[in-house]
């Protein structure tokens, strides 16, 4: 089992910045791939961004040369940091981890932009 916690959500004005967090915990040697997703009100779940074991990185195009993925593995973190944000990457933002045919998710950090 994996255990995943999200931190650093918060409320930022529209143009600032914020990094948001995953920590993981159990067999965390299973995942091959961490992924932050959104979800907005009434929308789907989407994909941000991911990164693979070997640091492989992708993006969804509304977010490429805004925010940057990146991983800590001596501290078995993953970060998110998000610059220029917009009122349109307001979400519940959540950290997946996947690997060995199984799926993990967080519960989700909020994150507002205010224009």
């Known amino acids: 089992q994996v255990q995943l916690r999200e931190s650093g959500g918060g409320l930022v004005q529209a143009g600032g910045s914020l990094r948001v967090s995953c920590a993981a915990s159990?067999?965390?040697?299973?995942?091959?791939?961490m992924g932050w997703y959104r979800q907005a009100p009434g929308k789907q779940r989407e994909l941000v961004a991911s990164i693979t074991s070997g640091g492989s990185t992708n993006y969804a195009d509304s977010v490429k040369g805004r925010f940057t993925i990146s991983r800590d593995n001596a501290k078995n973190t993953v970060y998110l940091q998000m610059n220029s944000l917009k009122p349109e990457d307001t979400a519940v933002y959540y950290c997946r981890g996947i690997g060995l045919g199984r799926s993990y998710w967080g519960q989700g950090t909020q994150v507002t932009v205010s224009s």
């Open positions: 159990g067999s965390i040697a299973s995942i091959n791939v």
